[in-house]
């Protein structure tokens, strides 16, 4: 470990100070004991996540502890080398749901428990955490599901109970999801995105887009954004909103939704230059059953309307959106 520890210093000394900090709060993140998250005093609007030193005791603490260690550490478990399956591309769920799944607009899980089972229009039926949790494996970590009475299942479904134990069931948690953000009013240009993202981005994720590990067999410490070992093309982030929205709220490291780093359009031209680059294809013919319900920006036929799948992945859609309203 002290070898890999040195390999990351000297990284982070080349590109300056700010990066070392932020690879050493993310090391302590990575290592330390589950204990309390911080609480940001400026979300109080927000939903707050329980603090983990109310997780209680026994056999039921266990499991909601396995399954809070599966999200942020979910390549220990199923990655490559993972000790219970190696069947995903070595990203943690929580690359994705940052701060396991706690952060305000970080895709938290806070409204989990509240809203499932629900109707979702991408498999045109009524969906359990079950089937939630498994379409996250297949399509963001490109992976295999699992049992759904296997103890990763369950523990995994455990925590996402505890953590909205007070949200009342039917309700929204605030802060849950991505945050609003209007269309872009032209399209998202990838070579503008490409010059952003290299001003920006690649500090921790790498001009090749192939992300940071600890070591060379270890986990991320910044994910991959593209390449064989990146969410697939059935992912919910190939969404160019998507995206663009989780980029404007989280990132670069240090940003929160009360103090953006990067501005609504950056994001958008970000979003389509990460998106223009090559990642596994994965395709689910089931998808969308009525095209009707298909977001405008999915990227893929058929559609209800004659837009071209170029205008549907990078805009602009104004027009569509007028469409789909009338």
């Given at each position: 470990m002290a070898n890999s520890g040195g390999r990351l210093l000297t990284t982070a000394l080349i590109v300056g100070g700010c990066v070392l900090i932020g690879i050493v709060a993310m090391l302590m993140v990575y290592h330390e004991p589950i204990k309390s998250e911080k609480k940001n005093p400026?979300?109080?609007?927000?939903?707050?996540?329980?603090?983990?030193?109310?997780?209680?005791?026994?056999?039921?603490?266990?499991?909601?502890?396995?399954?809070?260690?599966?999200?942020?550490?979910?390549?220990?478990?199923?990655?490559?080398?993972?000790t219970v399956s190696k069947t995903t591309n070595g990203m943690n769920c929580q690359n994705c749901h940052l701060?396991?799944?706690?952060?305000?607009?970080?895709?938290?899980?806070?409204?989990v428990a509240s809203l499932y089972p629900k109707f979702r229009a991408r498999s045109g039926g009524l969906e359990s955490i079950e089937k939630r949790v498994n379409d996250c494996l297949?399509?963001?970590?490109?992976?295999?599901?699992?049992?759904s009475m296997s103890a990763e299942m369950r523990g995994m479904i455990a925590y996402f109970n505890w953590l909205g134990k007070d949200v009342p069931k039917g309700q929204t948690a605030a802060g849950s999801g991505l945050k609003?953000?209007?269309?872009?009013?032209?399209?998202?240009?990838?070579?503008?995105?490409?010059?952003?993202?290299?001003?920006?981005?690649?500090?921790?994720?790498?001009?090749?887009?192939?992300?940071?590990?600890?070591?060379?067999?270890?986990?991320?410490?910044?994910?991959?954004?593209?390449?064989?070992h990146s969410f697939t093309t059935a992912a919910g982030l190939f969404r160019i909103s998507n995206f663009a929205r989780y980029t404007q709220t989280n990132m670069p490291f240090g940003a929160t939704t009360e103090k953006p780093i990067l501005t609504e359009e950056q994001s958008w031209d970000i979003a389509a230059f990460v998106l223009s680059q090559p990642r596994p294809e994965k395709k689910f013919s089931q998808d969308w059953p009525n095209i009707l319900l298909k977001p405008i920006d999915y990227p893929f036929g058929p559609y209800a309307d004659n837009y071209p799948e170029t205008q549907h992945k990078y805009g602009p859609f104004g027009d569509m959106v007028k469409e789909e309203k009338r």
């Amino acid at each position: 470990m002290a070898n890999s520890g040195g390999r990351l210093l000297t990284t982070a000394l080349i590109v300056g100070g700010c990066v070392l900090i932020g690879i050493v709060a993310m090391l302590m993140v990575y290592h330390e004991p589950i204990k309390s998250e911080k609480k940001n005093p400026m979300a109080r609007n927000f939903w707050i996540a329980p603090d983990t030193s109310q997780i209680p005791k026994g056999p039921e603490g266990q499991l909601i502890r396995y399954g809070r260690d599966l999200i942020a550490r979910t390549s220990y478990y199923l990655g490559p080398n993972g000790t219970v399956s190696k069947t995903t591309n070595g990203m943690n769920c929580q690359n994705c749901h940052l701060d396991a799944g706690t952060r305000p607009f970080g895709n938290n899980y806070g409204s989990v428990a509240s809203l499932y089972p629900k109707f979702r229009a991408r498999s045109g039926g009524l969906e359990s955490i079950e089937k939630r949790v498994n379409d996250c494996l297949m399509r963001s970590l490109n992976g295999e599901p699992i049992d759904s009475m296997s103890a990763e299942m369950r523990g995994m479904i455990a925590y996402f109970n505890w953590l909205g134990k007070d949200v009342p069931k039917g309700q929204t948690a605030a802060g849950s999801g991505l945050k609003p953000m209007a269309w872009l009013d032209r399209a998202a240009e990838p070579t503008k995105g490409k010059r952003l993202y290299l001003q920006k981005c690649q500090v921790c994720h790498g001009n090749d887009g192939m992300g940071l590990k600890i070591s060379e067999k270890g986990p991320y410490i910044y994910p991959p954004l593209w390449g064989e070992h990146s969410f697939t093309t059935a992912a919910g982030l190939f969404r160019i909103s998507n995206f663009a929205r989780y980029t404007q709220t989280n990132m670069p490291f240090g940003a929160t939704t009360e103090k953006p780093i990067l501005t609504e359009e950056q994001s958008w031209d970000i979003a389509a230059f990460v998106l223009s680059q090559p990642r596994p294809e994965k395709k689910f013919s089931q998808d969308w059953p009525n095209i009707l319900l298909k977001p405008i920006d999915y990227p893929f036929g058929p559609y209800a309307d004659n837009y071209p799948e170029t205008q549907h992945k990078y805009g602009p859609f104004g027009d569509m959106v007028k469409e789909e309203k009338r």
